[in-house]
């Protein structure tokens, strides 16, 4: 093994290859009688400890090797993936050197561990080549991920040969992208050190715009000013404002799955983290995919001031925004920054220009071009909404008065009428009946 990786020109030193080239030096000790026979065992199961938990992260199963071979061609960030995950297959002298790595993966995909499980009387590799993993729901592990690796995995076994390897592998990343950006729907921001880093969201769920019953209107805006923006038309900033409950971060949610197989990606951001803006925007704007940056429950405080980063941003100074981001943001408040009533008188004992100051805060959600209302439903939609989610559940056999007359006892206690508080119903009644 240790001769393979060695070769390696275009994914030398990739990412997550830690266990690869840890194998790969244990593979070159063994064969050159340069181990003590149970320091090295330890050391193996160490490497199949760590493939085992790249295994659940991402829901791998059949054969793990292969899985985790596939994943770091998969999640490469090198001047070879991002060209073909731009244009796919194409001419170029960089070819020669990314079929040697791939004739070299292919071997390493059918490398032959029976001499060491003999060596050292042990059976691990051959176990993870039949791996049958543990059932788990899908918000374990992270299904996105693993839908396309265990694709990928399964297309290359298939491969002849280094000529067929490579138009599989372009055509994936064609089709899913490259990296972090085209395996994973969303990512949030951690920092450290005053720097900011995109890290994947696991777990996004698959709400559809058909699953928000009501807001026909709403959901027609969304989704046209949506389509425009994956297809590289003339798409807005978006703020969805109104009552709470009404299904605002909902909609954004269902959009992104609506989307995600167009090239749509998600990136949730906190006012705290406007700082960050700037490096997040130089991060994305230059790759094959549509960003929303997705700014949930935005409201300011009059003292707050990070409103200031993100006018700039949708202003843009000397550099305009990128193409390939657009903002989305819900707020319970149609104007973004809380007003007083000293905001609304002409005096003030501070500032002398105080029509400025009101100016400048109320300007911030004037700089949404397209701004959708969400607001509380009539009795009677609410009705519909509670019966729409109740037929989802077929356990619940309650006759519609009764399920609506529960409906009613339920939203006075609380909250009041909206989408949230029916689903809120709905899985409390579900509960009782799946427990019978």
Known sequence: MYRLTSKLIIYRGIEHGEILYRLSDICRRFYNGDFEREGLTSEIFAQINKLLNIGTKYGFDKNLWHNYLAFLIAAAENP???????????????????????????????????????????????????YKAVVKKSHIFNESVSQKVRELSGLIENAENADEMYDIVTWFYKKYGVGKFGLNKAFRVSYKENRAELVPITSTGDVVLNDLTGYEDQKKRLIENTR?????????????????????????????????????????????????????????????????????????????????????????????????????????????????????SDRSDDEIHRSDTVQEKLSLSDRFGVTIGYFRPSREEYYNIVKAIAAKHSRIKLEEGELLNEADKWEKRHGGISGRTAQQFINYISDMFDDN
């Open 80 to 130: 070879f993936t991002l060209v073909s995950e731009k244009v796919g297959a194409n001419d170029g002298s960089i070819n020669a050197f990314a079929k040697n790595d791939f004739k070299i993966f292919k071997e390493l995909f059918n490398y032959d561990f029976s001499d060491i499980e003999n060596g050292l009387g042990i059976d691990c590799f051959s176990i993870l080549g039949n």
């Open 228 to 344: 425009a923006f994956v297809r590289g038309g003339k798409a807005n900033n978006v703020l969805l404002y109104g009552d709470a409950g009404t299904g605002k971060s909902t909609s954004v949610k269902a959009v992104l799955n609506e989307f995600y197989m167009d090239g749509l990606r998600m990136i949730e951001i906190y006012k705290h983290e406007f700082k960050f803006l700037s490096e997040i925007i130089s991060e994305i704007k230059n790759r094959n995919y549509r960003f929303i940056i997705f700014m949930d429950d935005l409201s300011f405080e009059e003292f707050e001031t990070e409103y200031k980063y993100l006018k700039a941003v949708i202003e843009g100074g000397l550099e305009t925004r990128p193409d390939n981001i657009l903002i989305y943001a819900t707020s319970n408040r149609r104007h973004l920054i809380k007003e007083t009533w000293g905001d609304r």
